[in-house]
């Protein structure tokens, strides 16, 4: 998604093909799919990625320790 000044630009794209995309809804023209608003990538200093890790282990830790009770 890309922003220019206050205007929101929105692309849509094929959930099947990647390579079809438009500025607007629709529907794909190689298989027909609906279009639906192509998705950005999160930026890579995303604090996400070590709280998913720190919840996971969290998780772990308390199974392991209701499991040796």
């Known amino acids: 998604m890309n922003e220019i000044g206050n205007a929101t630009t ?3 794209t094929c959930p099947a093909h990647a390579d079809v995309r438009q500025s607007s809804p629709g529907k794909c ?3 027909g799919l609906i279009l639906v608003p192509e998705v950005s ?3 890579s200093n995303s604090v996400w990625g070590p709280l ?3 919840g ?3 998780t772990v830790a308390t199974g392991v320790m ?3 009770r």
């Open 10 to 12: 929105r692309c849509y």
């Open 29 to 31: 023209a190689k298989c």
């Open 41 to 43: 990538e999160p930026p």
């Open 52 to 54: 998913a890790i720190v």
């Open 56 to 58: 996971l282990l969290a």
């Open 66 to 68: 209701l499991f040796m």
